[in-house]
């Protein structure tokens, strides 16, 4: 069950089921079965042999919409298009028999935020049971009928790691209703949406048998392993995924994000994307059947140790696409054969070189020539009609990547104009549209510029993987692409000493919260000590470094803790924070120092340290001779015996408004749309008819019909930096053939609105003009919803934007 933003369509990757079986034994309140040397502990379950649904076992959602934890609306259907209104009546969701009915049924129910035409219920254990590890048995029986979504799911009691689904989602079983022979188990990991990723199987049930018989869903997790299980049988272990923050350099350690209290929910939908709308086959009343919910933990062995997954040299298949003698994937990465247009849907592609895609239903249309930039040829690809989709216009290669193999794509690029596209690495329609990498937004100018990024390929083996240039929806400035290049890069080590440009938000410290990296936290650090005993470690519970000292040392230098690659710029002041403490009252010293590690740039800093964790603070300028882009951050810990913990070490500059790092004045790019969509993402839902372009220097978007809901049609720039504290001036110019409402929003990947206003606009253009303070440092976009308007639905019409500018106020 996935918790997404409505508009983004999530087509669900499945893989042929399989596995080996093994006998199940009778379940027990006390032991539940065993897996060789296994035995399972109940610590928790619900047998529903009370008259009612207890409620110091479960809790409900309630309603149709995701909120933001101020309760404001942020999206309807659940993220998914679901259709019903959860509700906590006993007509959805009661006890009869000693079994948990949740009932759908098809009724008009209204409430504030609109008018639903199913009801069903959802509960969940949050905030009442929530577990790290263990085995987790659901017997359940699913009704059958298209548009029908019976789910077991879990989500982590705190997101740990970001928004959905940074910290991760595990879905025990999802059912199609219309397709009742086969379930799923997924996971959903990676980045917060839309750089999501997700893997799983189908299990199949024998001939004669379904979803709408008794069958028992279980996993068992452990650290660094996941097995599905469907009546004892097992169809599916996973061991690799992953978890990375917007403000990390790396990934967080592994067994991020599943290494968290998990709490679980079972809910009955209606509608949405897995398994579409209900139609005229499908009857009402339906429900879902629970015997019972145990949970368990291991008894007689420790938990599996986890295993850190790690990328292999991929041997491809020899009927596969195979690399060049130099390595890379891509053939004619110069451009120097003619591109294969690809304008119906039914036109093959070219196998092994570039094709030019615009296919009707996208309404994009392009050109293709060659030029050559110091003697090196390069395509320039004239997006004349860019469509409403980055996809409208795309460059596309097919290559064959192999699973658990990492991969390196680097190309250089530039535009007639500022302007962005999108880069990713994917599969096709029989791979459901799946993402190997993330889709990377790449912001070109007029200098030609080399761009690169890395992916895992944590997916089956893919022999017609797509490496797909997106041109669409920017306007029609010209782009160029030359020096194209996908390579494995398996074997290559990160530089931990490489200089290290500031993180978002300023930091110039990789790694400072101790829980990103390998398995042990410490990438990017190196301690060192002369003494043999001592050791670093971080907690994994605490996730904060410990330098645990076995003996006395005469010198603080003699250990110390050292981070290199700081950038550091001449005459330039900076202030370092951390969190510290010690064993008992002691102190050490933190300097800066060059390259070669033997003059200090700065006089060592003093500082104290008490068996009470605090936090510190040390401020110098930068006067080296000139500005360092290698120098070293040290802390000495030598001098006394006593151990040293330190966590959350966070490096600025500092600039003329105080306490704020690398501020953005106007975060908002192209906000006078002359270089048409440019920086703007549009968006259209499949229950609305419309077109959104850039001309004569305003976005005009042509609606013939606005849909169901206010995002249906939408417009938004993403990736805009606000900053705590400071005063923003928000400024647009719209008007309307026809008098209607439109909503604006500021809000982050997680959905939480720091400004939405409903205004309503008419013929006359006017300019409105908002202040806004944040009140969190975060990462935003501003969204302008441009579908359903109040009232009765609306004609064919046109809205005009113009002149939008989100700047900080003197």
Known sequence: MKKIYAFALSALLLMPSGGTAFADDDVDKKVQKKKGNAKWSLTWSDEFDKPKIDPKKWTYDIGNWIKDEDGNLITPGWGNNEKQYYTNSDENSFIKDGKLIIRAKKESITDDSGTYDYSSAKLKTKGLFSQTYGRYEVRAKSPTGKGLWPAVWMLPEKDRYGGWAASGEIDIMEAWGSKPNKVAGTLHYGETWPNNRYTGKEFEFPFNEGINTWHTYAIEWEPGEIRWYVDGKLYQTQNEWYAKGPNNPIKYSYPAPFDQNFYLIMNLAVGGWFDGDP???????????????????????????????????????????????????????????????????????????????????FSGKASVENEMIDNKNFAVITPHVPGSFSHSVQAIQLLSLGKNGRYKVSFDAKAASDRQMTVKVGGGADRGWGKYSNEENIKLGTALSSYSFTFDMLADTDLAARLEFNLGNNGSVPVWIGNVRVEEVTNEPIDESASKPPLRYGNHIYNGTFDQGAMNRLTYWNFVSKHKKDRAVVNEKTREFHADLKGHSSKKTDRYLVQKGIQLIKGNEYLLTFKGKADRARSIEIGVLDESGKQFYVTPAKVTLNKKSGTHEVRFTYEGETSDYNSQLIFNLGGNPADVYLDDIFLKKLTNIPDYNDVELNPLKNG???????????????????????????????????????????????????????????????????????????????????????????????????????????????????????????????????????????
């Open 279 to 361: 139609d005229e086959t499908t009857t009402f009343p339906q429900q879902m059947e629970i015997d019972y919910v145990r949970v368990y933990e291991l008894k007689n062995r420790d938990y599996r140790d986890p295993v850190e997954p790690t990328p292999k040299p991929v041997e491809l298949p020899e009927d596969a696409k195979q690399p060049l003698e130099d390595g890379n994937l891509i053939y004619d990465g110069n451009f120097e054969r003619p591109f294969t247009r690809i304008d119906q849907n039914e036109t093959p592609f070219d196998p092994s070189y570039w094709n030019l895609v615009t296919l009707p239903e």
């Open 672 to 810: 006078d749309f002359l270089s048409g969509l440019s920086f703007w993402n549009p968006y259209i839902h499949y229950d609305a008819t419309a077109v959104i372009i850039g001309e004569e220097g305003k976005a005009k978007i042509n609606i013939d019909s606005e849909g169901n809901e206010p995002w249906s049609v939408l417009l938004e720039q993403g990736d805009l930096k606000l900053v705590e504290g400071l005063n923003y001036e928000l400024r647009f110019s719209v008007s309307s053939q026809l008098v209607r409402n439109i909503e604006v929003t500021l809000e982050n990947a997680q959905y939480k609105r720091y400004f939405a206003e409903r205004i309503e606009i008419g013929t006359e253009e006017t300019t409105y003009t908002y202040k806004i303070t944040p009140t969190e440092t975060d990462t935003l976009s501003l969204k302008f919803l441009l579908g359903k308007s109040l009232g009765s639905p609306l004609g064919k019409h046109e809205i005009y934007l113009d002149d939008v500018q989100l700047s900080v106020l003197e």
